[in-house]
Structure formats: C-alpha cells, structure tokens
C-alpha cells in the first residue's frame, strides 16, 4: 500500500487554466505539507497542514490555495496557471509537525508543465 | 533565518570508490538535521538524521553523516559507492526553538547529483 499518493503523476495544461492536485496519506498522520521543486531542483516547502488546520503559508502567489477536508488529504488548487508554476508538486506527511521532529514521508510527486 | 548550502552540484566518482557530499547550514539556534535521497523520477526518501546525542549517525544504504557544530557542517559519506547510487541527495534542516515546537518546516540545500561510473 502506497503510504502517501498524488494524483496525477503527470498534468499538462494551458496557461489561464486553474488545475488540482490531489494528495492523501494512509499513515494516520496529523500533519500534511506541500512542496514545490522547480527546473533546478530546488526544493522549497509552500504550505503545511495540522489536522486540517494551516500552519505555514511561505510566501506563495494566493492563486494556489490548499484545501484540507480532512487529515489524511490535503489538496491543491491552482487558478490561472502561469509558466512559472511549471515544477514537481511534493506531498508529504508527518505524525506531528508542531512539537519536535517526526520525519516527513514524501510522495512521489506531480509533474506540472504550463504551456 | 537558517539556510543550508551543499558546496557541490555535481560529484562523480567510480564504483566501490569512497564519497564525501557536503552542506553546512548557518543558524542561530537549534537544528535537526538531514539527508533525503531522490532517484530518477522518484519522491524523497529519508536517509539519516541528526537529532540529539552521538553526532556521528548511520543511515540506510551505507550512509553515514557526522554533524560538526563548531563548522555547522553535516557532510554525507560512503566509504564504497555502488552504481545504484546514483541519484540527487539533499541536506535539510528543521529549526526549532527552546519550546521544542518546530512546526516541521524543512529547510533544503540545493542538491547534489552523485554519478557513480562503473
């Protein structure tokens, strides 16, 4: 059993568009995050989720909105979609993020290209 | 504000040879440290981590990463490479205050890309 998935693994779209990408932990986790890798593989946390509560929001364009309805999802809306949001989407998950470490279990990520 | 430099983008190296990946991180508190390795078209994988005691940690695969404080160093070795190797490794770090809360923000370095030629 896959312990934390997103869907799709692959999304191509045309500049304007808004997208989703889904992402769920079978873990029991508390806590949920998303990452942005972009073309230099540069790893960079956007926002991150404690039992459907938001934690941390970097600073991130408000056209990506995350949505969690409940502590094992977490997903993530984008509107207008620009070129630069071109990038792999990273989901992970930890038991909890607010006190001491717990590590952090990564999906396999979504490859976004923006036309 | 924290953050982590690995010194090489790129290392290769032969099979069976040894290999030293660096980061050092600049922080004015407290840090857990890590390494993450990802292969080709792959998700993040944990390899080891620093938390507290013995500053000489072991991971999977035959990794091993010893945290200096006086350099603020974390650098990854192997002391033989094998092809499967072969992948981009990340160092992060995690700032906590002295509550001990963290909110699990994961700091990383730039990456490296390690090829192991046979």
């Known amino acids: 059993d896959t312990a934390v998935s997103q869907t799709p693994k692959y999304l191509v779209t045309q500049m304007g568009n808004d997208k989703s990408i889904k992402c769920e932990q079978n873990?029991?986790?508390?806590?949920m995050y998303w990452y942005k890798q972009d073309s230099k593989k540069f790893l960079k946390i956007m926002f991150s989720?404690?039992?459907?509560?938001?934690?941390i929001n970097e600073t991130v364009p408000n056209r990506f909105s995350p949505k969690s309805p409940d502590k094992a999802h977490l997903n993530l809306h984008i509107n207008s979609l620009e070129l630069g949001d071109s990038a792999v989407y990273f989901c992970?998950?930890?038991?909890?993020?607010?006190?001491?470490?717990?590590?952090?279990?990564f999906g396999p990520g979504t490859r976004l290209t923006v036309l | 504000a924290q953050s982590v430099t690995q010194l090489d983008s790129q290392v290769p190296v032969f099979e069976e040879a040894p290999v030293e990946l660096r980061c050092n991180y600049s922080?004015?508190?407290?840090?857990?440290l890590f390494w993450y390795v990802q292969y080709p078209n792959q998700g993040l994988q944990l390899l080891l981590k620093y938390l507290s005691g013995s500053t000489l940690v072991k991971g999977i695969n035959g990794f091993e990463a010893e945290f200096n404080k006086s350099q603020t160093s974390f650098h990854l070795r192997k002391p033989s490479v094998h092809i499967s190797d072969t992948a981009e490794y990340f160092c992060?770090?995690?700032?906590?205050?002295?509550?001990?809360?963290?909110?699990?923000?994961?700091?990383f370095g730039q990456g490296t890309i390690l090829t192991v030629h046979p």
């Open positions: 989720y404690n039992n459907k509560e938001l934690i």
């Open positions: 873990l029991g986790h508390d806590t």
């Open positions: 922080s004015s508190v407290s840090v857990y």
């Open positions: 992970a998950s930890s038991q909890k993020g607010l006190i001491l470490y717990n590590e952090q279990f």
């Open positions: 992060a770090v995690i700032l906590y205050n002295a509550g001990g809360t963290s909110y699990g923000k994961l700091t």
